[in-house]
């Protein structure tokens, strides 16, 4: 009787595993980040990414997803010199970096478009998200993302941001718009919100459907001394605050055509970025009327006692993340009288589609009357 039972038991757990193993759907395409005319990498409707690489002389090839390159997938090698394999389970909707192993080398997958994070160039891979449409490039009136090249004394450079028009802004010459300034994070630079976070298409789809005030995004690099991964906590915010309030924002409201004043001025960024907006916004709370912490920390009703009222905190982080903390930050602030809003992005950790979905949220929130 034992004995039947053990076969039966592992009869019934080989079955599971071969079931597992079978549930991975076969209806993979290529990811929409691809080089032009790449097949590899794809993903398919669950969210499995497959992975190929051409590297006929290798050892051993390895993909690593995530900021900083987390975890792996090894490559299984075939005959004709290919390594092919799949994550072992789906990922996350949204955006992810990646790099390959090989034969302890890291690179980049020749397949991929590259997005810089990591401080590095990183391949990048996109899981369609259902709720992708927020971001889609539609046939809508379209805004624009121009570099600037603006003076720092400070530095003694010139420094570099992007910024974002909305429809509408060339042609009325009359008109002034507010200004979000909209931090990257960590690794990142200031093409991160444009090229990743789709900010523009974001600004653009709401824009459309009538759900937003119109105004400027302005995005820059916001670093001004190099920090290594884990030593954040040795950043100082004083050179980019210069950087910032005394050199990008006089030029911009000088080059611009903005409602320069403290009620028409946001600042927002995620993870490091958020960071840096909560130092700079309590360092100058008469710069910002409004402020965004996505995934980069939170607000105590003591942060800001005593200092000019925001119109705004809004606060989020993915549901992976620690939401816990984001909701009661909002509690603890509105119990004390401020505008707080928190939001808590569903099934995201520390990644894009969280950020795409807070900015989704957050700007139709700001510069209301």
């Keep these: 009787m034992i004995r039947n039972t ?13 079931s597992l193993a079978q549930t991975i759907a076969e209806d993979f395409k290529p990811s929409s ?24 002389k290798a ?15 090894i490559l299984t090698k075939g005959a004709d010199g290919f390594w092919t394999g799949t994550t072992a389970g789906p990922l996350d909707e949204g955006f992810h970096y990646y790099n390959v192993t090989v034969d302890g080398g890291k690179f980049n997958d020749p397949g991929a478009q590259n997005y810089y994070g990591s401080v590095r160039w990183e391949s990048g891979i996109e899981i369609p998200a259902h709720d992708q449409d927020f ?39 009359s008109k002034k718009y507010p200004v979000l300034y909209l931090q990257h994070g960590w690794g990142e630079d200031e093409t991160a919100w444009s090229n990743q976070g789709h900010a523009n298409l974001i600004m653009d789809n709401m824009i459309a459907d009538g759900k937003i005030k119109p105004f400027i995004i302005v995005m820059t690099y916001g670093m001004t001394n190099e920090v290594k991964f884990g030593k954040i906590r040795e950043f100082k915010i004083d050179p980019f605050q210069a950087v910032l309030t005394d050199e990008l924002i006089p030029y911009v409201d000088a080059n611009f055509r903005t409602l320069a004043n403290r009620d028409n001025r946001a600042m927002a960024g995620l993870s490091m970025g958020g960071m840096e907006t909560k130092m700079i916004t309590l360092n100058k709370p008469e710069t910002f009327g409004y402020y965004g912490l996505l995934s980069g920390g939170v607000y105590a009703p003591e942060d800001l006692n005593g200092k000019a009222k925001p119109k ?9 993340e620690r939401p816990d903390g984001v909701k009661k930050s909002a509690t603890d602030l509105k119990a004390a009288g401020y505008n707080a809003v928190s939001y808590v992005s569903e099934n995201t950790a520390h990644e894009f589609q969280t950020w795409r979905r807070s900015l989704h949220e957050l700007a139709p929130l700001l510069f209301k009357n």
């Design 6 to 18: 053990v076969a039966t038991l592992v009869a019934i757990a080989l079955t599971s595993v071969g």
């Design 33 to 56: 980040l691809n080089q032009p005319g790449q097949e590899y990498p794809q993903v398919n409707s669950q969210g499995y990414a497959r992975f190929r690489i051409n590297a006929p």
């Design 312 to 320: 705004l905190v809004f606060i989020s982080c993915g549901s992976k």
């Design 135 to 173: 971001y889609a490039l539609k046939d809508v009136p379209h805004g624009m993302v121009q570099q600037i090249l603006f003076p720092s004394k400070s530095t003694n450079t010139s420094r570099r941001a992007f910024v974002y028009t909305p429809p509408g802004y060339e042609k009325d010459k």
């Design 59 to 73: 050892d051993s090839v390895r993909v690593s997803l995530g900021l900083g390159g987390r975890g792996g997938t």
